[in-house]
């Protein structure tokens, strides 16, 4: 009976989005974790949604102790932001293992991340405003708006690369057009907090097509081409190898590196160091990839046309 239960249970890699898009920490550290958690979850009939709630209380926790010029408590928000990533990483995982993806599940995603950080700027504010004033509130402010871009266009082409991967039922890739019919269909009276999500998912959207005309130029004639069909196979292979490069750097605008980044400083005693490297390092790293992968969508749009 032990034996078939095991059998029964879903594999790790099939709970994952694929290797392309995998982070060495994550592989090895978060996706083990945040896949017993998906199994303990799923055993108790948690779903992912009231997983990704869950993580929004550990990380705002997190925040909270980072407020403090005390280590034991600094530690301690370093452990509660790592607990709420492995969950954060548990939802996604259980929603693949369970089929229950929905899009108000990948709004509330990310999400997750937004309370995250938005508790960890206040604390770190409140806690430098007596020896910085105002500067360290224009710091943070003009990080968190860079840190909202960089963000949103790793997770962009994040999905791009899993939708020339996988297609479409592989990756999150959403364009406002088809968001707008669907939000038009909901009513505030019924719908009133996925329209809410919706509002905000949908402006996201929009900003992230607004930096990469290209890609929808590309999008845009692929799909007169091909009469919406999907992408043959020799675009779809050849556009992988020119993309796969970029998730490294995708990966390190995402979490891993920017939580190193804000342990260290945090620790140290100089957490205003987490804003100058959003402001400067990260946003290198974006310019940079944004201006590679439009080039590479120029390069495939002549390819198509020739």
Same mark, same amino acid.
């Given at each position: 009976?032990?034996?078939? #239960? ?24 978060? *996706?083990? #974790? =945040?896949? *017993? ?18 993580? #929004?209380?550990?990380?705002? &926790?997190? &925040? /909270? ?12 928000? $370093? @452990? ?18 369970? =089929?229950? +993806? ?12 937004? @309370? ?12 430098? @405003? ?35 991967? +996988? &297609?479409?039922? %592989? ?12 939000? +038009? ?20 959207? %929009? ?7 290209? !890609? ?11 009469? &919406? ?5 020799? !675009? *779809?292979?050849?556009? *992988? ?24 400083? $945090? ?7 987490? @804003? $100058?490297?959003?402001?400067? /390092?990260?946003? !290198? #790293?974006?310019?940079?990839? /944004? ?10 749009? +002549?390819?198509?046309?020739?």
């Amino acid at each position: 009976m032990t034996n078939n #239960i095991k059998k029964s249970r879903p594999s790790i890699e099939s709970t994952l989005k694929s290797a392309d898009t995998e982070e060495f920490i994550d592989i090895y550290f978060y *996706r083990p #974790i =945040g896949y *017993r958690w998906a199994l303990f979850f799923d055993k108790l009939g948690v779903t992912p949604n009231q997983i990704s709630i869950a993580s #929004i209380f550990l990380g705002v &926790g997190a &925040g /909270i102790c980072f407020y403090y010029h005390d280590l034991y408590l600094n530690l301690l928000g $370093v @452990f509660l932001l790592v607990w709420a990533n492995s969950y954060d990483s548990a939802d996604g995982q259980l929603a693949r293992m369970t =089929g229950q +993806k929905s899009n108000l599940g990948r709004m509330l995603d990310g999400a997750c991340g937004d @309370f995250w950080f938005i508790s960890i700027y206040l604390a770190i504010v409140f806690k430098m @405003f007596p020896y910085w004033s105002f500067w360290i509130l224009a710091l943070a402010a003009a990080a968190g708006y860079f840190h909202s871009k960089q963000a949103a266009m790793a997770d962009y082409y994040r999905n791009i690369h899993l939708f020339f991967l +996988k &297609g479409k039922s %592989g990756s999150e890739l959403d364009n406002t057009k088809d968001l707008a019919e669907k939000y +038009k269909a909901l009513s505030w009276e019924n719908n009133f907090m996925v329209k809410t999500f919706e509002t905000f998912y949908l402006r996201y959207t %929009g900003n992230q097509e607004k930096a990469s005309p290209k !890609f929808q130029l590309m999008q845009h004639s692929l799909h007169k081409k091909y009469q &919406g069909e999907a992408a043959p196979e020799w !675009f *779809r292979s050849e556009f *992988r190898s020119l993309s796969l490069p970029l998730m490294k750097y995708t990966n390190i605008l995402s979490f891993n590196t920017r939580a190193i980044v804000l342990f260290v400083s $945090v620790l140290t005693g100089f957490p205003w160091v987490y @804003f $100058v490297f959003e402001l400067t /390092i990260l946003n !290198f #790293i974006l310019v940079y990839m /944004i201006k590679k992968h439009e080039s590479i969508c120029v390069k495939m749009t +002549k390819k198509l046309l020739e």
